[in-house]
């Protein structure tokens, strides 16, 4: 039995709906981890020791982006160093400033404790299945 062929607006809304929905649970499942660390994971005490650099490539030449480096000490007395993954064009903290972090201690995940740290990427990629799923609608509806 062959699949119903749908006119071309109707197909590439109906793979647009199905792109959408994807992003929206294969996100949510990348992400889970994250979003439900504040409710088993330890919040320390850290400091920002320093602020890393990099150079990212974008259309009209190179930009920098920061990201604090930051120290806490582990419940077993061990210092730990990581760099937080909140890339900007400016440093959002500087060294010295005192911070939280949340240690998972089953899987050794450690992330600042900010909505932007938990939250942004899970947000960002809702965002992209909604955007989809809308375009998808638009499409199917032919307009």
Same mark, same amino acid.
């Given at each position: 039995m062959?699949?119903?062929?749908?006119?071309?607006?109707r197909?590439t809304?109906?793979?647009?709906?199905?792109?959408?929905? *994807? %992003?929206?649970v =294969?996100?949510?499942?990348?992400?889970?981890?994250?979003?439900?660390?504040?409710?088993?994971?330890?919040?320390?005490?850290a400091e920002v020791?320093?602020?890393?650099?990099?150079?990212?490539?974008?259309?009209?030449?190179?930009e920098?982006l920061?990201?604090?480096?930051?120290?806490?000490? *582990?419940?077993? /007395?061990r210092?730990?160093?990581?760099v937080?993954?909140?890339?900007s064009h400016?440093?959002?903290?500087?060294?010295?400033?005192r %911070?939280?972090?949340? %240690?998972d201690?089953?899987h050794? =995940?450690?992330?600042?404790?900010t909505?932007?740290?938990?939250? /942004?990427?899970?947000?960002?990629?809702?965002?992209?299945?909604?955007?989809?799923?809308?375009?998808?609608l638009?499409?199917?509806?032919?307009?």
């Amino acid at each position: 039995m062959h699949p119903i062929p749908l006119p071309r607006g109707r197909a590439t809304g109906a793979w647009l709906l199905a792109a959408g929905f *994807a %992003v929206l649970v =294969l996100g949510g499942l990348w992400q889970r981890e994250r979003i439900e660390l504040p409710t088993h994971a330890l919040r320390l005490p850290a400091e920002v020791v320093a602020i890393e650099q990099r150079l990212q490539r974008v259309a009209d030449g190179d930009e920098t982006l920061h990201a604090p480096r930051v120290r806490y000490v *582990a419940v077993d /007395g061990r210092a730990v160093e990581f760099v937080a993954d909140l890339w900007s064009h400016t440093p959002l903290q500087q060294p010295g400033d005192r %911070v939280h972090v949340l %240690v998972d201690t089953r899987h050794g =995940l450690a992330v600042l404790d900010t909505r932007e740290s938990l939250y /942004g990427a899970a947000l960002a990629l809702a965002g992209v299945g909604i955007a989809l799923m809308l375009a998808g609608l638009r499409a199917w509806r032919g307009g």
